[in-house]
């Protein structure tokens, strides 16, 4: 069957279940991740938020004894089924933390970082790669005169904004950004906010969130998870405004969680 929907999709997860040893994290779970929107991840701690997200780019292999079966297609290819090049899926899926994580190196590096492990070494297409990423972030201004600097003297939402950077350096499709401004301050969280608005012109991003507001103001598509499930997903608006499920109506209105 082809339809005009598949094609707006960049990922397509199937029945994906894992499992941490014996304890089942994630249940039967199917959610499809539509092209160029933001979609945000919400439900009370332990839900399976991060282990979601970070099976996109399967950094959850870095986890010891955890299990997986379904299917997650990413642009059409099983990732779980097929020998798959994690460092190219990874070029292409991004990912950005809770705390900005620079490394200790300058902030030109940072950035250069990633185009270089694809082996890219020509001064001036990293110098390209560099001043594009930095623009992106809107801290191209900030930083323009002290590139050479350790990444690590820039304010926090500095180094959230320089992370998001070094994962755009290498042109991924896709954006993960798992609580990116819990760490924050409100200011900074909404510099972040401004930018994920910006760059869902061009970048597919799923975002875990505990606060809600945020996903309310940033995503188009919101996935309420409970205990390892996911409840219910819908538009934004829809999960905010007339949820299907009790269980995200509660947790919406702060009835738990
Ligand atoms: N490395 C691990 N080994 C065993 N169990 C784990 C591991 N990581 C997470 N879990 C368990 O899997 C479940 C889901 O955890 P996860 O971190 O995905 O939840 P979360 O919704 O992101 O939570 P939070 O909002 O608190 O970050 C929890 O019960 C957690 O204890």
Redesign the pocket.
């Known amino acids: 069957m082809s339809t005009p929907t598949l094609t707006r999709q960049v990922f397509d997860i199937m029945d994906l279940n894992l499992w941490?040893?014996d304890?089942h994290?994630l249940k039967n779970i199917n959610f499809p991740i539509n092209k160029k929107e933001v979609t945000a991840i919400i439900?009370?701690?332990?839900?399976?938020?991060?282990?979601?997200i970070?099976t996109l780019n399967l950094m959850i292999n870095m986890?010891?004894?955890?299990k997986m079966t379904g299917e997650i297609n990413f642009n059409e290819k099983n990732i779980l089924d097929e020998k798959i090049d994690l460092v190219e899926l990874r070029k292409n899926v991004g990912m950005v933390f809770q705390k900005g994580n620079p490394f200790p190196q300058s902030i030109y590096d940072n950035v250069a970082y990633g185009p270089r492990v694809h082996g890219i070494t020509k001064k001036k297409h990293l110098d390209e790669l560099v001043i594009k990423a930095l623009m992106d972030v809107a801290l191209w201004e900030e930083v323009k005169d002290r590139l050479t600097a350790p990444a690590l003297g820039l304010s926090g939402g500095q180094q959230q904004r320089l992370c998001i950077a070094r994962a755009l350096a290498t042109k991924p499709d896709v954006l993960l950004m798992?609580?990116p401004t819990s760490a924050l301050d409100p200011i900074s969280t909404l510099k972040i906010e401004e930018l994920i608005l910006e760059l869902k012109e061009k970048y597919t991003i799923v975002i875990?969130t505990?606060n809600m507001q945020q996903a309310s103001r940033v995503s188009d598509k919101t996935a309420f998870?409970l205990m390892?499930e996911l409840i219910e997903l819908d538009s934004t608006s829809t999960i905010f405004s007339n949820p299907k499920d009790s269980r995200t109506e509660g947790y919406i209105t702060g009835r738990f969680g």
């Open positions: 941490y040893g304890h994290a439900g009370p701690s332990g839900c399976g938020k991060s282990t979601f970070k986890v010891p004894k955890v798992d609580e875990v505990h998870f390892g």
